[in-house]
């Protein structure tokens, strides 16, 4: 069971150049997240998923898309990169919203640089 | 609004010490409250959660935490330290956003443990 799958592992884009992060969770998950990670900020939620087909804002949006074709894909879209969005990226899945008090499942991360 | 703070983004202990890990959280309705490891390049794992059935929560490898309602606290402890303990700690809070059926999980900004031989 592969659980939370990211590709890629790393990546270094130049100012400007675009990319998609794939998360796949094979946990048959309704709820997906995709998160960043700075040092010491904790971990902020870019944009989630409460299922097939729909996508909503979290608390720092700006400069990313994503999109839920399939249920268990969630793709981050950065469209023009920027210096400030070099950081750890992070997606979860849960079968419950976190709100009920329910565990997330969390990939390995991706490290983005971009300069 | 909800939020967390993690007091000490470092602490540092002798294996065999007593770990104790800061965490205050703001919410204005009872929250839910978690606390995951991370460790080197890995994601994240939960360590344990507050259901609500009782305020002293134990998780996995020896850890446990204590919910004190008046003190806004849920402290991570573990009595004895272990070498692999080492990683980082992120208390996080999860309260039902208004007239809504989703609420986010809020991180802190993560503790560093550091385990001495």
């Known amino acids: 069971n592969a659980g939370v799958t990211q590709t890629p592992k790393f990546r270094v884009l130049k100012t400007g150049q675009s990319m998609t992060l794939l998360c796949a969770q094979d946990?048959?998950?309704?709820?997906m997240y995709w998160y960043r990670q700075d040092p010491g900020m904790g971990l902020r939620l870019i944009h989630y998923?409460?299922?097939?087909?729909?996508?909503a804002k979290g608390e720092v949006p700006d400069g990313y898309n994503v999109s839920r074709l399939k249920k268990q894909n969630f793709l981050l879209g950065l469209e023009s990169a920027a210096p400030s969005q070099t950081s750890v990226y992070f997606c979860?899945?849960?079968?419950?919203?976190?709100?009920?008090?329910?565990?997330?499942?969390f990939g390995q991360g991706t490290r983005l640089t971009v300069v | 609004a909800q939020s967390v703070t993690q007091l000490g983004s470092h602490v540092s202990v002798s294996e065999g010490a007593l770990v104790l890990l800061r965490c205050n959280y703001s919410s204005s309705v009872p929250p839910y409250l978690f606390w995951y490891v991370q460790y080197p390049n890995q994601g994240l794992q939960l360590l344990l959660k507050y259901t609500s059935a009782a305020t002293l929560v134990k998780g996995i490898n020896g850890f446990e935490a204590e919910f004190k309602k008046s003190e806004t606290s849920f402290h991570l402890t573990k009595p004895s330290a272990h070498m692999s303990d080492a990683a980082e700690y992120f208390c996080a809070v999860s309260t039902p956003a208004g007239g809504t059926s989703y609420g986010k999980l809020t991180f802190g900004q993560g503790t560093i443990l550091t385990v001495h031989p």
């Open positions: 946990m048959n998950h309704e709820y």
């Open positions: 979860a899945s849960s079968y419950l919203p976190q709100v009920m008090n329910t565990e997330a499942f």
């Open positions: 998923s409460v299922g097939e087909g729909t996508t």
